[in-house]
Every structure is written in structure tokens, then in C-alpha cells.
């Protein structure tokens, strides 16, 4: 348990950057434990700081009303909620569909079941005029970032290729917020509420790096556990974000593309409008992809028939138990209304 709440330093050439007067120190916020933790442990070592959330569109409204009045339960500063806007992506990808007339190559490969290369040859790929009216019906601002980039990208995010983290979080932040700030001289320090008990790679993570270019990235909570997290809101009088009492293990994106199978059951059962809102995206981003071929948002989604299915299957294989063959009845029973988390919060 964390019995103090000193701040790791960032000590470079003798020089507190944390403290230094020319230092803008930016909270990446989700209204998660952890950078719920930051702010808190911010706020007890009186470092003056902006806290920033980065709204990707696929958010709980829970987790958005949280974060948005969460300065009230603090007295410390509010919380800034961005967005990314591909307006201008999405007017250049209209574009290029349009006119495009150029003959494209594509390496083709064939292999065998152990992954043996059969055959390799060279093919023309383009879009067919087919392919452009069918696009261009339906490529158009949603006012939603998420479904905007997804149907830019004519497929959802996976964890082999996590593009949303890039797009909806990284870029707006660096954009909206580091770059004004480089502009009028300040060095950036960049809070980031990284565990090394979340994962092997995260553990490798040091406590603070430099990426250059005037910012420092920060990890003050890097050696915290999950249960420091809430010591420190309890110390505070701060309530979590409700969903941790909802069945769900992290916040974030509601669901993430790589949601675990008990959590997207959860979600499901408590929350069916999400479950409705991703079966629409799959049909919208599927009308946007290239081929036509189906748009699966969760791309963990091979069940027992071996092919890829839509978020209804998913869902249907996340009330299974283990193997995903037999019906769990207990998850069939629960009305979804009782305390239910993976951090004791209940008791």
C-alpha cells in the first residue's frame, strides 16, 4: 500500500523539470483508476498541471459525465476534453477514390497449412467503378472520430494493429495541446498513468524517457498496484468511475476491440445500446471498405465454426463458458442490476 504519496523525480542536468517554472505538465486523463491516481497524487505534491481527455467516441457516458465533473469532487482544475477530427481525411479519401485511374500492384501469396509458400505472382489491384459508387455513398462525416477513422480505414482497430490509440489519443493531444505549448517556449512533461504490473512490455517502460522536441514523457505511478489506486481515492474522499462496479476490469473505450470475453458479456447485458451502436459500425464501415468484404469490430472473433463473425456472434460466445461451447447459465440469470468488480469495490 502506498503510504506516502512522493512523486518520483525527473531530475535533468540538476534541474527539477516537474518544478521548473518553464515546465507545462500535461495529465492524460481517462477517468480510469490510474489517471485518476495521477491527479490525485498531482494535486498532493502541489504540481500545477493540466488534466486532458481525449473523447475517442466510443466512451461510456458514464465515463464522460465522470470526467467532465470530476474537478468537483477535487477543487483542483477541470478536466479538458478533445476530439479528433477527420473531416479533412476523410475529404482527401473521397478524393483519391474519385479519381483514381492508376492500376495498383499487390504481392499475392499462397501458402499451406504450415505456412509453406506455394506461390507467389504480382496483381493489378484498383478500385472498380463498382467499388467507387458504393464508397462514396456512404463516406461521409459521421461526427463521430472513432466510426470516422474506421471508415476512413474501411476496417476496426485490432491489437495487432491498434491505430486507434494513435489516431483518437496520441495525435489529437500532441496537436491540440504540446505543439501550442512548444510554440511559446514551455518544455512538456506528458503524465502517463503506465503500471508495470499491467504487463510484461509496460514494465519496461522507465519512469521517464524524451521522445525530443522539448517533451518528457512521465510515468509517476509505474511501480503503484491496481489497489494503490483506489488507497489514494479513498484517501481523498473520491468515488470511482461507477463502471468499476459494473463488471468491468478497465475504462476506456466501451467496448475496446480487444475486450476480454467476461467483460463484453457484461457490457452486453448492462449495456445493449453499445452492443446496438457496434452492429450499426459494422455495417457502415463494411459499406466503406474497399472490397465489401464484412467490417468485424472484434477481430478475436474466430468461434468454433472457424470464421469471422460480427459483434452478435462475439456476444453470443461471451455468454459460454470456458471453450466456448457450453451455455453459462449463471450469466443467463443476472439481470445485470447487482454490484459486480473485479477490484472487491462491492464489499
Same mark, same amino acid.
Given at each position: 500500500m502506498i503510504l506516502t504519496a512522493d512523486l518520483p523525480q525527473l531530475v535533468v542536468d540538476g534541474v527539477d523539470l516537474i518544478r521548473y517554472p518553464n515546465t507545462q505538465n500535461v495529465l492524460?486523463?481517462?477517468? *480510469?483508476?490510474?489517471?485518476? !491516481?495521477?491527479?490525485?497524487?498531482?494535486? %498532493?505534491?502541489?504540481?500545477? +498541471?493540466?488534466p486532458v481527455c481525449a473523447d475517442t467516441g466510443n466512451e461510456h457516458e458514464i465515463t464522460l459525465d465522470y470526467v467532465r465533473n470530476f474537478h468537483l469532487q477535487t477543487g483542483g482544475p477541470a478536466v479538458q476534453i478533445i476530439q479528433a477530427d477527420f473531416t479533412e481525411d476523410m475529404r482527401r479519401k473521397r478524393i483519391f477514390i474519385a479519381r483514381d485511374h492508376r492500376p495498383k500492384k499487390k504481392l499475392v501469396i499462397k501458402r499451406d497449412d504450415s505456412g509453406? &509458400?506455394?506461390?507467389?505472382?504480382?496483381?493489378s489491384v484498383?478500385?472498380?467503378?463498382? $467499388?467507387?459508387?458504393?464508397?462514396? %455513398?456512404?463516406?461521409?462525416?459521421s461526427d463521430n472520430p472513432f466510426l470516422d477513422l474506421c471508415m476512413i480505414a474501411g476496417r476496426f482497430p485490432s491489437s495487432f494493429a491498434? +491505430? #486507434?490509440? %494513435?489516431?483518437?489519443?496520441?495525435?489529437?493531444?500532441?496537436?491540440q495541446i504540446y505543439l501550442p505549448l512548444l510554440d511559446v517556449g514551455k518544455i512538456v512533461v506528458s503524465w502517463q498513468g503506465?503500471?508495470?504490473?499491467?504487463?510484461?512490455?509496460?514494465?519496461?517502460? =522507465? @519512469? +521517464?524517457?524524451? =521522445?525530443? *522536441?522539448? @517533451?518528457?514523457?512521465?510515468? =509517476? &505511478?509505474? $511501480?503503484w498496484k491496481a489497489a494503490d489506486t483506489f488507497e489514494i481515492m479513498k484517501r481523498h474522499g473520491v468515488k470511482p468511475n461507477a463502471l468499476y462496479t459494473q463488471g468491468m476490469a478497465r475504462v476506456g473505450c466501451m467496448p475496446c476491440v480487444n475486450c476480454r470475453k467476461d467483460e463484453l458479456a457484461e457490457i452486453a447485458m448492462r449495456f445493449p445500446d453499445h452492443i446496438g451502436r457496434i452492429r450499426e459500425w459494422e455495417r457502415l464501415v463494411t459499406? #466503406?471498405?474497399?472490397?465489401?468484404?464484412? !467490417?468485424t469490430f472484434s477481430h478475436s472473433s474466430k468461434l468454433n465454426d472457424g470464421k469471422m463473425n460480427g459483434i452478435d456472434a462475439v456476444v453470443e460466445w461471451s455468454r459460454t463458458g470456458k471453450g466456448g461451447r457450453t451455455f453459462d447459465f449463471f450469466k443467463s440469470i443476472d439481470? *445485470? $442490476?447487482? #454490484?459486480?468488480s473485479a477490484y472487491g469495490l462491492c464489499e
Open positions: 492524460s486523463f481517462s477517468g *480510469g483508476k490510474d489517471s485518476v !491516481a495521477m491527479y490525485l497524487l498531482a494535486m %498532493e505534491n502541489g504540481i500545477d +498541471f493540466i509453406t &509458400i506455394l506461390s507467389k505472382k504480382v496483381k484498383r478500385y472498380t467503378n463498382k $467499388q467507387k459508387r458504393r464508397i462514396l %455513398e456512404n463516406l461521409y462525416p491498434a +491505430f #486507434c490509440t %494513435e489516431k483518437l489519443k496520441r495525435d489529437p493531444i500532441i496537436e503506465v503500471r508495470a504490473e499491467e504487463s510484461a512490455r509496460r514494465a519496461a517502460y =522507465p @519512469i +521517464f524517457d524524451s =521522445p525530443g *522536441g522539448g @517533451i518528457w514523457n512521465y510515468r =509517476p &505511478i509505474h $511501480q459499406l #466503406c471498405s474497399r472490397n465489401g468484404v464484412i !467490417a439481470d *445485470g $442490476q447487482s #454490484c459486480s
